[in-house]
DNA sequence: CTGATTGCAAATGCTTTGCACGCCA
DNA sequence: TGGCGTGCAAAGCATTTGCAATCAG
């Protein structure tokens, strides 16, 4: 892979950041960093620490655990990675809030597939109740835990089989 | 403390569904068991592992860390504690769900405290969420994380120096 | 060159568990 | 008496950190 193609999936948006970041903290550009950005934001995948090396090792990017943690952390230092929560133990990260700064989280307790969406009338609602309680909102997390209807209904649904296939957020539950 | 008196604080609804679950599964009704479960239920208050170890600590109760563990999972897993995340590192109980099965937290960013509130409109919201998604939703967790108006108002605020007085909160946090 | 970054292994902190003993039903 | 519950210490896991070597600017 040529140097110039590290982040020929990823938006100028996010390299800028980026760039803008490394360059006000201090920080240096590393091979490691550029290449750990690029596998975190070429995709729109939640993903945990674990799940990302996964991904690094089915690549020829090698970067070891402790980095791939600094690295992690930097970005959400950064506000360019988030971290939220899907009623897992081990902490999952989400690449999207650059793109959508205001989404929520649904999650299957069938098939662990995760829905993000957004709404106008919850934002509000957030707000408002807020200020009725004599304060100022910052930042909210709302996660709805849900039962696929169509799994119900059909007694099968496509996120389900999908979810055996690649063991997608069914593992890792707490006991 | 007489034996009598070991439920003395704690409703009668929270006492018969212990029971009921005890009785349920095949379990036991033991010293540490019920006074844990007196020491939780006898107040409102949110709690680690380690702030209940330090409440037990002031009291004649005595239990082990790993009864502690147990006990607070038993509860879990019998619907009469739940799990909470107030964005904390460790893991938060909260024990008013029995008397307000619905509620949310906001949580102050400036001194910690942390406000629990209901409300119809955003159930309602959740639950038309949900269903237009093509989900039953089945139980939500919204987080809200807020500033103090009366603090950036007149630079100080009740709960603030509640806060730095009892440390509620503050430490704990991922650096 | 200087200091940031990396990899490794050791350390940390929360939580769980194996085991022998004790106690409830 | 049977076997659930407890306490202790050890084990597990995810995550962080100290340190020496390496690399970026």
Redesign the interface.
């Known amino acids: 892979m040529k140097f110039l193609e590290y982040f020929s999936e990823m938006n100028d948006f996010i390299r800028q950041k980026l760039d803008a970041y490394v360059a006000s903290q201090g920080l240096r550009q590393t091979k490691q960093r550029n290449e750990l950005v690029e596998k975190i934001f070429s995709s729109s995948e939640h993903f945990t620490i674990e799940e990302l090396l996964d991904r690094l090792r089915k690549t020829d990017i090698k970067a070891s655990r402790a980095t791939v943690y600094r690295t992690v952390k930097l970005l959400v230092d950064a506000e360019m990675l988030f971290e939220i ?1 899907l ?1 897992e133990d081990v902490t999952t990260y989400d690449p999207n809030f650059m793109e959508n700064p205001v989404h929520n989280h ?1 999650v ?2 069938d098939c662990g597939k995760v ?1 993000e ?1 957004e ?1 106008n ?2 934002e509000l ?2 707000d408002c ?3 009725r ?18 799994l ?1 209904a059909s007694g099968t649904c496509a996120n389900l089989i999908q979810a055996r296939v690649t063991q997608k957020r069914l593992p890792n539950r707490k006991k």
């Open positions: 929560d009623g649904l299957c307790v829905v969406f709404d009338h919850l609602l957030n109740l807020s200020r309680m004599g304060f100022r909102p910052v930042k909210k997390s709302l996660r709805i835990e849900a039962c696929c209807e169509k119900r």
